[in-house]
T-cell receptor
Framework: AQSVSQHNHHVILSEAASLELGCNYS??????LFWYVQYPGQHLQLLLK????DPLVKGIKGFEAEFIKSKFSFNLRKPSVQWSDTAEYFC????????????WGLGTSLAVNP | GAGVSQSPRYKVAKRGQDVALRCDPI?????LFWYQQALGQGPEFLTY????????KSGLPSDRFFAERPEGSVSTLKIQRTQQEDSAVYLC????????????FGQGTRLTVV
């Protein structure tokens, strides 16, 4: 079955620390890849997405992610986190084709201490 | 409104009661999705509409769950004879076209079955 694995369930960082959140998926075909963020009390928002082309994609608020096809990974990175990055982060995969549903990881809760 | 609107935001139902959850997608959006998010989990796909057509309902967990979008805009997710395991946040998302893969999410309806 298709699945998405996020390795870190809870991450605590100090401001200015670097962030990397792991995401691996199991699906052998073409995929579209997403990172969504959910700030406290708010709805899910798209951080960045990969459909094709340059495997290093840049999103909002200084986030970026790298698609490594051989490793079935799409890790999220930010060089220097801020307190306002405290949120829940979700990796999601959409296998290409007529099926439009997203398959989600369990999420990573990030707390940034000021 | 500017975003996806869901109502009610919170719903407490007695076990066995029927509930109806409403989603107002972004105006003009063709695609509409329902997801279920249990506590501590990532969202799980329930169903997908393209205009009024329900193209995928493979994620509906039982025949107690029913979704409709009769005029291709507002959608209702109905759960009959609610059970405690139905307690979750129900998320609605919409996207502009049938091939546009970026989904915009509402804030969700938190359903608690007691």
């Amino acid at each position: 079955a298709q699945s998405v694995s996020q390795h870190n369930h809870h991450v605590i960082l100090s401001e200015a620390a670097s962030l990397e959140l792991g995401c691996n998926y199991s699906y052998g075909g073409t995929v579209n890849l997403f990172w969504y963020v959910q700030y406290p009390g708010q709805h899910l928002q798209l951080l960045l997405k990969y459909f094709s082309g340059d495997p290093l994609v840049k999103g909002i608020k200084g986030f970026e992610a790298e698609f490594i096809k051989s490793k079935f990974s799409f890790n999220l990175r930010k060089p220097s986190v801020q307190w306002s990055d405290t949120a829940e982060y979700f990796c999601a995969v959409m296998p290409a084709g007529n099926n439009r549903k997203l398959i989600w990881g369990l999420g990573t809760s990030l707390a940034v201490n000021p | 409104g500017a975003g996806v609107s869901q109502s009610p935001r919170y719903k407490v139902a007695k076990r066995g009661q029927d509930v109806a959850l409403r989603c107002d997608p972004i105006s003009g959006h063709v695609s509409l999705f329902w997801y279920q998010q249990a506590l501590g989990q990532g969202p799980e796909f329930l169903t997908y509409f393209q205009n009024e057509a329900q193209l995928d309902k493979s994620g509906l967990p039982s025949d107690r769950f029913f979704a409709e979008r009769p005029e291709g805009s507002v959608s209702t997710l109905k759960i009959q004879r609610t059970q405690q395991e139905d307690s979750a946040v129900y998320l609605c998302a919409s996207s502009p076209g049938p091939t546009n893969t970026e989904a915009f999410f509402g804030q969700g309806t938190r359903l608690t079955v007691v």
